[in-house]
Structures are given as C-alpha cells and as structure tokens.
C-alpha cells in the first residue's frame, strides 16, 4: 500500500498536480512575510497570466484576498491582464470582472501609466514572468513604470522569477544611440542574464531610466543562477500565445531577430514556434546538411516539412530546418539565425533576405539589433563571421557591470 501511494504521489508530481519545486517565487516570499511592505498601502498591480505562486494561484488574487493590502488597480502590458490579447495588438483599458478593478492599458495610447492612473496608488507590483531577452516587451514596459514611478514619488515592488535562459548566458551587443525602441529600450545585452528583480536594481542604479525609482525586490528562495527554467520544477505559463512552454523562451533569441523580416518562416503560424525556418525557396536536405557541417556547437539540425496554418507561409508548402539544442548550455542561441541566413544565401542567393522586405521590416531589424552595423555588414554577403566580433564585443563588459547586482549564485 505504501508503495501504491509514493507511486501516485511521484505520478502527481510529475504531472505538475502537486508542487514540488523547492523554489519560493517572489510572490511565495512576499507571503511569507504577511505582505508586510504593503500593509496599509494602496496597491496598483501589473501582472498578466504568468503572476502566480508556486501553486498556480493569481498574484492578483493573492492581493485582493490579503489582509490590510488594498489593491485599487490593475495595470496591462502586451497581451493583456489575462492574456487574451494577440501579440501587437492595443489593449483598452476596461474592468476586471473577476474582481470588479480597474484595469489600465499600459499597451495602447501610451505603454506608461498616467498622472491620473497613479493618483490613489501607492505602491505598484510588478510580477510578470519574463524569458531573458531584450527584445520582449514586458520589461520595457518595466522601466516605463519605474521612470513614472520616479517622477510622481511612488514606490515600486519587483516580486522576482527566474530567467527560463539561467542567470549565465550573455549574448549580443548592446543597445546603441539612436536605436533605443520599446523593443530595445535599454543599452544591455540581446539576451542579457539578469531575472528581472537584477535587470531593475541595475536600471535604476545605474542610471538607464530617467530618475530614480523606490525600489524593492522581493527575491526568490532556492533559484541558482545555472538553472533554466526546466530545472526548476515550477510550470511554464505562457507569458505570450507564442511562448507555449519553457523550452521556447530558448529559442525564441536563436530565431527571434530573423523573423522581424518576415521572408521565412520560423514556425510562428505553425505548431514550434521560433524552433525552425522554412520556405518555398530552401531545400530541406541541402540547409541540414550544410548547418551541420558548420559543426555549431549544441546545435543540431534536422529537415522538417510544414504547412503554416497562418502568418508567413500561410497554406503554403514549405520545407527547412528544425532546431535541436542538442546542449542548451553550450550553445549560443541568438547567434544560430545568422549561421541559418548564411547558408540559406549559398543555397540560393535570390533569396536576399534585406532585398525581398521593405525598409519598416529593415527598421525593426535594426531597432531589435540595438544597432545598424549588423544589417549595413551583414547584408554584404551574408557572412556571420563579417559581424560575430561585433555582436559579441560588449558581453564581457556587460558582464563584469552587472555582477554587482546579482541577487543569485
């Protein structure tokens, strides 16, 4: 008997019925402290799906139900409080009719709150998972908070997560003037190597947003930095419709900038999104091939056929490369998009990448590069290593920076 019910306790918990993580989130220390730096306060909160405990219960909830914390507003990023919004589209701002709160659009208009939006708030929370690079919106939309924050006298909160990439990873140059955007708002790393309680502590320390916040991060409890997200033994909610799972955060940077062109495929449309590249003009056989005896370290490449049920390629019969990580630590993620591009360029140069798009897509290109070099030198034949010293030249720099706000070891 006793053995029936270890075997249906492990079946539960790997199925993710019960917990089993040892990982406190932010919010799990946050209530293991009685919310005490909330108590008696006015609370605006910011959060989407992804802000649960480790039992998967709202962060929302957990504040409108919490004793002496009076949550007065709910703020909404990209794709909305509940998610149910699609990716670029404007959210409004409406009632929550869970709880009857209002809920502000940070994702419309304007992606900061107004003077009038922070009036009857005290303190605002920002608990929303994010997936460790730069070009995802959710933490520009941070620094709009923190910015405003500073401006109208207001405190900030950070209830911390994990970065799903580890604390480790550092890829991309940063960010450089005059190509600072919501999808590249500060001057950091394409995947940078910070949970978003450091990313904060070091935008306000070091002077990356205008002014300078009350800050508070309310750390994790058993997260190290070598972990990614599989390890930690928390589920995945997907913080965007394209993000269905933990492993996508990893590659999402490893195909992220190339679909920005919007001349192939990465599987947005399709069932692995950001986790291949197809089209009608590549041969399946011949870009495996040629990928592998690149011999990219931790990554592998296999021939795939798909159909894109919508986006790029709609209804259309297209074949090229699946991604594998065959070592996720090993391997540099965001670099494998311009190996793809190369050797997409040598199997057929008609298809140039810069010339079958127009200038809003080249815009965007360079806005989530941080920087122009990458197209003005990329673009002259396709060739990453005419760029590689450049997309890595700030990472050791960056790294060295940071360390004095690392939370996690």
Known sequence: MLKIKATIILLLISYGLLASSPIKLGVDVLKEHNFD????????????????????????????????????????????????????????????????IPVYSLYGKSVRPT??????????????????TRSYTFISTLGAIMEEAAKYGKEIVVLDRPNPLGGERVEGCITEDGFTSFVSAFKIPYVYGLTVGELATMLNEEGMIKGKCKLTVVAMKGWKRDMRYQETGLQWIAPSPH??????????????????????????GYTMP????????????????????????????????????????????????????????????????????????????????????????????????????????????????????YWRKDEKAFKSRSKQYLLYH
């Not at 003077?115 to 460790?132: C, F, P, R, S, T």
């Not at 940077?253 to 001349?263: D, F, R, W």
């Open 115 to 132: 003077k009038e939006m922070l009036e009857k708030i005290d303190v605002i929370v920002y608990d929303i998972q994010d997936i460790g």
């Open 274 to 389: 950001f986790q291949l590249v197809a089209s009608d003009s590549i041969s399946a056989s011949q870009l495996s091939d040629s990928l592998n005896a690149l011999n990219i370290e931790g990554a592998f490449f296999r021939p795939i056929y798909i159909k894109p049920f919508y986006a790029t390629g709609k209804g259309l019969s297209y074949q090229g490369v699946q991604i594998h990580l065959t070592n996720p630590e090993k391997v540099r993620l965001s670099e494998i998009q311009f190996y793809i591009m190369q050797e997409i360029f040598k199997q057929n140069p008609k298809l140039d990448f810069f010339k079958r798009c127009d200038k809003s897509r080249i815009a965007m290109w360079n806005k989530v590069c941080g920087t122009d070099y990458i197209y003005k030198e990329f673009s002259k034949g396709y060739r990453f290593d005419t760029i590689k010293d």
């Open 243 to 268: 993000i269905p799972n933990a492993a996508t955060a990893d590659f999402y940077p490893a195909t992220g900038i190339l679909g920005e062109l919007g001349v192939v495929s990465i599987g947005v």
């Open 37 to 100: 730096i909330l108590k008696g306060k006015r609370v605006g909160l910011i959060t989407n799906p992804t802000g649960v405990d480790r039992n998967l219960k709202s962060t929302i909830d957990i504040l409108n139900e919490a004793n002496e914390v009076k949550l007065v507003a709910l703020f909404a990023p990209e794709h909305g409080v509940r998610g149910d919004v699609y990716a670029g589209d404007k959210v409004e701002t409406y009632t929550d009719l869970k709880t009857g």
